[in-house]
């Protein structure tokens, strides 16, 4: 099945066209296009995402990367694919009608059907994947994103439980509000990372909240007002340091979470996904961690971690396959 798949949630206008098949015993896919166009030259004088901006972007960008996409030729889909949700309400919107125009006007008979971001996302590790899914399920999956610290108990590749969230701030959102604390421009999760790599993540103890709670939650934004009131109360302070500390802080309690969770459950691996995954820190940390227990490693190929359209056209093959089918239009705050 080759799956057209559209994706406006955020700063990113992504297309991609994707081979499926496999059915859910065996996915397997097969990349033949992958567009993302980033906006964050235009976001970041504003130091963020600003949606009206984006759905601006997201509009005269579409039939643009629409035309690269296809090289203005014929193509010839079997599914048409938009994520719905969540996001922000104006980008999401823009991919929703663009999706709409397409089916109307040039592939009417292909169905179109809306694709869940967060699944996108818990789904973007079977790009690359070269494990059997009983090898993988049951398993704790920890989506990590701008938006979202989600972390799942899943059963199989529809079944599954969240077992706990954050309570305030996103992961990334932490990263990237301290980076902006440091002067970093905007995203601020690759700049920290790499000035951390400088630093001595020793050199401050940041505190690591919640991370002796016996439950799944988590909440950042505290340790984002302790690096806030460091940095006024030591003004020379090194920033490599101050960099390379929070990460350490961030990712210890993500780690502690997940592996807890996974030897509570007794999960055969442990998924890591979203934006956040792309942490080169995050993904050493957490896999020698997953394998010190024994259990598979899953994390996406990294240039499926952060935003993109070919994990929406991998939600959308899975999607295909089950009755449960999300309304065509933009819906913010979709859940898992
Ligand atoms: O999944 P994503 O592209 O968009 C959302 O769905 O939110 O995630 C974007 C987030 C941003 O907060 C960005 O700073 C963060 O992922 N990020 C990183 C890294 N690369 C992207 N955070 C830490 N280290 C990175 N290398
Ligand atoms: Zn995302």
Not at 4 to 29: M, N, Q, R
Not at 102 to 107: C, Q, S
Not at 147 to 168: A, M, P, Q, Y
Request: charge should be positive; hydrophobic fraction near 45%; proline fraction near 5%.
């Amino acid at each position: 099945m080759r799956i057209l798949a559209i994706e406006t949630s955020c700063d990113e206008t992504a297309l991609a066209l994707l081979d499926a098949k496999g059915g859910l015993k065996k996915p397997a896919f097969k990349v033949l296009k992958s567009i993302v166009s980033s906006q964050i030259a235009i976001h970041r004088p504003w130091g963020g995402v600003v949606p009206n901006l984006a759905k601006r972007e997201h509009i005269k960008n579409l039939p643009v990367v629409f035309g690269k996409l296809t090289e203005n030729k014929k193509i010839k889909p079997d599914l048409l694919a938009v994520t719905v949700g969540p996001g922000l309400e104006p980008a999401l919107w823009t991919g929703v009608e663009f999706a709409k125009e397409l089916k109307k006007n040039i592939f009417k008979e292909t169905p179109l059907i809306g694709a869940n971001h967060l699944e996108g996302h818990l789904y973007s590790v079977l790009l690359g994947n070269k494990l059997a899914l009983s090898k993988i399920f049951p398993a704790i999956a920890i989506i990590v994103s701008g938006g979202h610290t989600i972390l799942l108990r899943v059963e199989s590749l529809t079944k599954w439980k969240k077992l706990g969230e954050t309570r305030d701030d996103a992961v990334g959102e932490a990263f990237d509000k301290v980076a902006k604390m440091l002067g970093l421009p905007y995203p601020g999760g690759p700049e920290i990372q790499k000035l951390a790599s400088r630093g001595d993540s020793g050199a401050i103890v940041f505190p690591r909240p919640m991370l002796h709670d016996k439950n799944y939650d988590f909440s950042f934004s505290g340790l984002k007002t302790s690096v806030l009131y460091y940095l006024r109360d030591n003004p020379r302070v090194n920033e490599a340091d101050v960099a390379a500390s929070f990460q350490k802080a961030a990712v210890d309690v993500l780690v502690a979470k997940a592996i807890r969770a996974a030897k509570e459950y007794e999960t055969r691996s442990v998924i890591l996904s979203g934006g956040v995954a792309a942490n080169s820190f995050l993904r050493e940390t957490l896999g020698n961690a997953v394998r010190e227990i024994s259990r598979n490693f899953l994390v996406p190929p990294m240039s499926f971690n952060t935003d993109n359209a070919v994990m929406i056209a991998v939600a959308a093959y899975i999607q295909s396959l089950r009755k449960k089918k999300h309304a065509i239009r933009a819906q913010a705050n979709l859940n898992l």
